[in-house]
């Protein structure tokens, strides 16, 4: 069911018809009093009285960014966007929905990741009714209906990523935000199409490993970091050695054989590589002895 346009016309002219027909009945209705017997005209005063009442029933309001959806005798009847005063059939009944950009944020979810890691993860969903018709008639609550599938696309998809990637290549849930966030928009989008809604943003709010969990990660993170740090400064160290070597031998400062080289590049190391401040020794004697 799509929606389509309901039958209505401007308000403010019809209040005009409503007074004649009410000024009709009540000028019926004193002739018939002034000279009786009433009979006939007193019957069409009141008579009048009762349409211009009825017709007083088809009057609603129209608010910016809101829709009218309108059903004769449980069929569909169309469904009124135009703003201000409007009147339309009497006999139909009248439901507001709002039009408006909406947004809310689903709770924090326990999920395993595409690794099995348990993790917590939140959304903030950015959506609005798109077609009436469907919101009302083809789901039962459509407010519910968004809460509730937009919490389980955000499981689905939190369960096809890992939380870190190992490789560069492969997208994971922290660290390809923009690939993540467009994802769980079309997730959501594909389940709320059937209500009429759009999803015009999906994006993560929370994302945190659990707790069970969270200090042996913290430590794999910090592992990383660690030997990462390490590895620049050996090939640092080994650049500056290297260097070293290369400057002595092309200067001729020194002559030195190869059991001397290795032990000088053992020391180079040593202080380049170390965590904390060297203390230097000096040798007395001589170079061999």
Known sequence: MNERQGFSIAG???????????????????????????????????????????LLKGFFQVAPNEGQVMQLFGRYAGTVREEGLRWTNPFYSKRRISLRVRNFESG??????????????????????????????QVDDYENFVHIQSESALRQMAQSYPYDAHDDGKPSLRSHGETINNHLRDEIQARLEKAGVQVIEARISHLAYAQEIAQAMLQRQQAGAIIAARTRIVEGAVSMV???????????VVELDEERKAAMVSNLLVVLCGDRSTQPVVNAGTLYG
């Not at 000028?27 to 211009?52: D, E, K, N, R, S």
């Not at 009714?129 to 469907?134: G, K, Q, S």
């Open 242 to 252: 290297e260097m070293a070597l290369d400057q002595l031998s092309r200067r001729g």
């Open 12 to 54: 403010i002219p019809f209040i005009g018809v409503c007074l004649l027909l009410a000024a009709a009945g009540t000028a019926l209705f004193v002739h018939a009093m002034a000279a009786p017997p009433a009979g006939a005209p007193a019957i069409g005063g009141i008579a009048l009285w009762a349409l211009t009442m009825f």
């Open 108 to 137: 924090k979810l326990k999920v395993n990741d595409s690794d099995g890691n348990p993790i917590e993860i939140g959304a903030v969903i950015v959506w609005q009714v798109l077609d009436t018709a469907e919101a009302v008639f």
